[in-house]
């Protein structure tokens, strides 16, 4: 696997605006995925075991690029 987990770093802005969302920004050599979400409605673990999820999504795809997505998480 290429991916190198970062420690997430939650800071606490209030309740924010949006409920979840996430952005992915492309680098040459890398990937960053932003999550901004509500402590409201999301704990700590909850987003760390969403983004840890869909990073696995992520390297098992690009190590099987003839994987469909469907297939993958069925």
């Not at 420690?7 to 309740?15: A, F, L, Q, R, T």
Request: one cysteine or more.
């Amino acid at each position: 696997s290429f991916i190198e987990i970062m420690e997430p770093k939650h800071m606490n802005w209030g309740s924010g605006h949006f409920t979840f969302a996430g952005t992915i920004f492309q680098y040459d050599n890398c990937l960053k995925l932003n999550v901004d979400y509500n402590p409201n409605y999301f704990t700590e673990l909850e987003i760390e075991s969403l983004t840890k999820d869909y990073i696995h999504l992520i390297d098992l795809l690009s190590n099987n690029s003839a994987l469909s997505l469907s297939e993958l998480i069925s």
